[in-house]
């Protein structure tokens, strides 16, 4: 199966843009979808496909790809952005889905 | 408004089996599949498999193939996960996900099972 691979890490200051990314080899072929779990909360979907936000996602978040990386970005982070980011997507099989290893975002 | 409302937290026994359930609302229930997640304290999302809602067909990780068993019933609009022959690292967040196939956009708010002796 597929895997993907995030910086366990990063830090924005408030107001500043950040890019958060995903990397494997299946992203040649998939787009990277993109969840956010804030602590003690499920995880919500905010991107998917080439760049298209859920209703109520602010637009701050934006998505891009290219080759074998996902780029997730929060243009303007605002303190509630803190929280664990994870990309995944439906592996090449059809049937398996995959995960990265999540990303945690500080927002200082 | 979609809706995944899933069972209470289970504590289970090394070798036990444990059932959780996901009552799903808000639309047709046979028009999508469920994903099954979990997430291990402190650790990241594993995807433990699929149940087609339509069909019944099933697609579950390898390392939990024989093991899991998941369904789904549209009389009740319920999806079910039983993971059998527990074992403390299967302690978890268990999520289902409504899986539209290329990604998951609704989320229930999950159920802790614990296995302990």
């Known amino acids: 199966s597929s895997e993907l691979t995030q910086d366990p890490a990063v830090s924005v200051a408030l107001g500043q843009t950040v890019r958060i990314t995903c990397q494997g080899d299946?992203?040649?072929?998939?787009?990277a979808n993109w969840y956010q779990q804030k602590p003690g909360q499920a995880p919500v979907l905010v991107l998917y496909g080439k760049n298209s936000r859920p209703s109520g996602i602010p637009d701050r978040f934006s998505g891009s790809g290219s080759g074998v990386t996902a780029s997730l970005t929060i243009t303007g982070a605002q303190a509630e952005d803190e929280a664990d980011y994870y990309c995944g997507h439906r592996d090449s099989s059809d049937n398996h889905r995959v995960f990265g290893g999540g990303t945690k975002l500080t927002v200082l | 408004q979609v809706q995944l409302e899933q069972s209470g937290s289970e504590v289970k026994r090394p070798g036990a089996s444990v059932k959780v359930s996901c009552k799903a609302s808000?639309?047709?229930?046979?028009?999508?599949?469920f994903s099954w997640v979990r997430q291990a304290p402190g650790q990241g999302l594993e995807w433990v498999g699929w149940v087609s809602s339509y069909s019944g067909n099933t697609y579950s990780a390898q390392r939990f193939q024989g093991r899991v068993t998941m369904t789904a019933d549209p009389s009740t609009s319920t999806a079910y996960m039983e993971l059998r022959a527990l074992r403390s690292d299967d302690t978890a967040v268990y999520y289902c996900?409504?899986?539209?196939?290329?990604?998951?956009?609704?989320w229930g708010q999950g159920t802790l099972v614990s296995v302990s002796s």
């Open positions: 299946s992203l040649r072929s998939y787009y």
């Open positions: 996900v409504r899986d539209r196939g290329d990604l998951f956009d609704h």
């Open positions: 808000g639309y047709l229930f046979t028009s999508y599949a």
